[in-house]
């Protein structure tokens, strides 16, 4: 027994620690306790028992298994009383196109395991099958023949199927040649990332896909069953009414329950990645010593409570080894001493989340999606109503909900096929992946870029605005700009994906976007189509280029020009593909990218709006710079008749010019990203509905908002000594805002992004897993440009690589790229 009792005389906030360490032996944490019991109480026989028959004969759970002693070391992993997984008969989608005698093995070894059929030919078919399947008939397995993608492209498959609710946890085998394994990696590599599990070769020998089969059966579609169990255990603890946290090794919160808001007056996102320290009163080290780290503590510490008194709270903390025999994490269970009404309960709510928080965006998210599927349960109709939302959807899915309560069975499951359609990727927005929440520099990244700013973190405000008035004039005559040989020849390559901007940049003195402006206009034609003179678009052009500042690290006129030419390689792509835009579109794309970030202040819009800029009161807080790069390169272009590119445009062909620019420029806001996306999948997730759906003004839309968005963050998806340099110079821009946030005593949007501590490697990763990866998959399912994902796969390893080795800096990986290829390297 342990009791450390400090000097009650102190002042109120001091340790109060009455508590002792569980146990006298030294035993290991957590994993030797129960074992008994674990074993006789939970067990199942693989027959019958309170989940009734089993059909197939796969053991689901350790606990399923006949028991014997050689098998209990295997066993280990799962110990506690658990909750079972789900223990369904198992059932199988076959996805061939044709039944042939591969896929006669394949069925004939799920007939063997006792695993149930469907067969499906097409794509549409399976998907049709997998979204209105209900509970009671959901698919453990898919089987995708991608031997031919002429006839089922797995890839584009399996990520429709990773984005249909439900099937998460379901295992996704892709049938292959074996030529497949002798030279195709990178395809290798794209099933996987697209969520396929495993890939086998294809045969038509029974005996062989049987044990393939059983294997798959143990090692994937098991262990899956089993994780989908902790969706209940989630539920439960956070719903739990006692409070629980758990911290890793070195006492960071990683997990905290609804609960814990409560106690401690704190928002999730304030309570995450906190050191535990932080809310104890007492040292964790003096409670937890090192020589009692694998003890459980039991006592009574003070908690602090944000704007309270500290609170005495019973607080039981559990050490548990996930690997090896050390504690990797402890759980930390708070309950009020002796108490016997839910003081828990009694507490108030901590406010809701501010605006550009994580944690607001993920509640948004969460809720949404919770109450599309709640409104598919007749019983949920209730809860439902009374939810203070006011989309349409939801209207809609109360009223269908509301029908269903009176028709017949027939009607109501017609209603709810309705329901399913409803519920699809692309009704909702917001949409965004889950970020992972122990990965910090993501979420901050992710975080600022995808949310609005922080309204109420906002400590001080300051009115020194960075934004200048725009319009600087220009002084350059671009009458007098030389040709130049260096320059005509490396433009020769200005429409091919790994053309070199930085060298652009270099060669013209810092004037790439009027060079590559000039090189798109002539490509492309623009003057006739807006039956201008070359010499209004050189003097254009040079205005536009002015009104970048050059001190920006990223958001100078060489992002504007590298933005352009992506256009103008897109667009030229998308000629070849036969997705002809008119010459009018074409050129329209090309002048919004070239002004798409005009006198960006080299500031986020949310620093714009926490340091209460007047460009941030002057919008709303609304879409900030996006709106500000719009109206400035109008007001610049309309002032001068010597620069008014749009002087001879008819008053129908300008006003139609004008919005498609402020839409194609509004779209690169990042806190739209994920709805622009989602609507883009949603329309254009085929190549062949594609053709047709282009052809309508709708498609249109979407396909320009897309072009922009990703010539806009492409960066990730170029040749690697380019893709090193953008991403150096934006964490140069990030990190000149933190410092200006630090000095002014602003909130740090991004405190991650801090010059002293910052991962370049971890911020890149973040940045492709989150937003590039999708996205570029989206865009070359549309447009056919493989490069694209050959060197984002290629510098996404490479940064992984980088983090592994410890090579964190940009001066360190800029000096290991030098070291490894000094040609190239020298050259930037
Ligand atoms: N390589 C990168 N790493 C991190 N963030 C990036 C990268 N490239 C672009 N971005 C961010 O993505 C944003 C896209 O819109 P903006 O150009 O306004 O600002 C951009 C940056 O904030």
Redesign the pocket.
Known sequence: MLIVSEDSTSARNEATIVGHHVGESTEPPIEEQNEDEDFEGTGTSSSSGRYGPRKSSLALTPEDETFDSSQHKALMDIQYPTVLPPNPQLKALLMFPKVDGICDAFRKACEREHVEITHSKSKMEALDLLQSSNINDSYNLLIIDARNSKFLDAEDITRCVRHTSGYQFTTIIAVVKKSFFEKEQPQLIALLDAGVNRCIIGTSKEEICCTELRQILHSIVRPHNVMSTQQALYTALHRLKQVLIITDEIHRIQYANKSTERLLNMRLDEIISRPIQEILVSDVSTIMPQSKLNKEFDGILTVKRKGHDGTAMHVRIVPVACIGRTPTHFVFNFDEPGSQHDFIASLPQPKEAPRGSLHSIRRGSYDVRSVASDGLRRTSLAKLTSLPLEAPITKIVNLLSQIQESCSNDEAKLIDRVLEFLKREGLYSPQMKEIRPDDPIATD?IG??LTGPSIYSSRRSSNDSIIRVANRTSVVNPIKIKPNSQVEDLLETSLTWDFDIFKLEEITGQRPLYYLGLDMVRRFDMCATFNIDEDTFKRWLVVIEDNYHQQNS??NSS?AADVMQATGAFINQLAKKDFVMDRMDEAIALIAAAA??ID?PGR??AFLCNSKSPLAVLYNDLTV??SHHAATMFKLTLGDDKINIFKNLDKESYKSARAVIIDMILA???TRHFEHLAKFVSVFGSDVEARDVQMEDEGQVLIRRMLIKVA??S??SRPQPY?VE??RR??E??FTQTDEEKSKGLPIVMPMFDRATCSIPK??I??IEY?IQDMMHAWNGFIDMPELITYMQYNYSQWKKFEEQGILTLADIKSKLTTLNPRKSSSK
């Open positions: 990244l600022a870029l990223y958001h992002h798409h970030d960006h986020s819009s710079l996006e690169t806001e990042m806009d963050v960066n990730p893709c953008w991403a934006i964490a821009e990030y911020s890149q973040g940045f937003i």
